[in-house]
């Protein structure tokens, strides 16, 4: 049988999220935040990744790579010895996205989201940086539609619940 595969879109480039534009797809890529990494691996960009902070134990590709980096202390010499086209931290501790811009080197901040919204959105906008947004997409309609189905089994009691308080 004549079997066609069809190959994803190449990403088109330059991208540009929030403060950050990127030329070209990011193939070293540093992260400093343990989140960033599980999404940057969830996304598929894994293979991109060149060096994770040393809270980042997951999955454990991440941690395979044996890199301490520190996402509170920043090194820019030891963030700049892996030679990166991109990283992403989830702050901005001292002046590590100046120190960085000096160099050359683009800085996305993933900052601790405080909605699902804000989640499904920073996956997807990881997803567009490294070139995988279709991946990324892919993801977040999964993670709703599991959680759609999770909540949908859950029955609410008639009457709203009362608290005594003294």
């Keep these: 049988s004549d079997t066609t595969v069809v190959a994803e879109p190449a990403a088109t480039y330059p991208v540009t999220v929030g403060d950050v534009t990127l030329e070209a797809q990011p193939m070293r890529i540093v992260s400093l935040s343990p989140t960033a990494t599980e999404m940057l691996y969830a996304v598929g ?3 991109q990744v060149v060096a994770v902070d040393e ?6 590709e ?7 980096l520190s996402g509170y ?9 892996f030679t990166p086209d ?6 901005d501790p ?3 996205v100046q120190q960085l811009g000096e160099i050359g080197v683009p800085v996305y901040l993933a900052d601790a989201v405080t909605s699902i919204d804000a989640a499904y959105e920073q996956i997807e906008n990881i997803g567009l940086l490294t070139g995988h ?5 892919a993801l977040t309609e999964s993670m709703r539609a599991q959680i759609e189905e999770a ?3 859950v029955t609410l009691p008639a009457e709203p619940l009362s608290d005594y308080h003294e």
């Excluded at 202390?73 to 010895?81: D, K, L, M, T």
Aim: charged residues 15%; hydrophobic residues 40%.
């Design 73 to 81: 202390e920043p090194n820019i010499e030891a963030i700049s010895e």
């Design 94 to 96: 001292g002046s590590l």
């Design 45 to 47: 960009a894994g293979s």
């Design 86 to 91: 991109l990283v992403i931290a989830s702050y």
């Design 55 to 60: 809270y980042s134990n997951y999955p454990q």
């Design 133 to 137: 947004a279709a991946e990324a997409v």
């Design 62 to 68: 991440a941690v395979d790579l044996g890199t301490k």
């Design 151 to 153: 909540v949908s089994g």
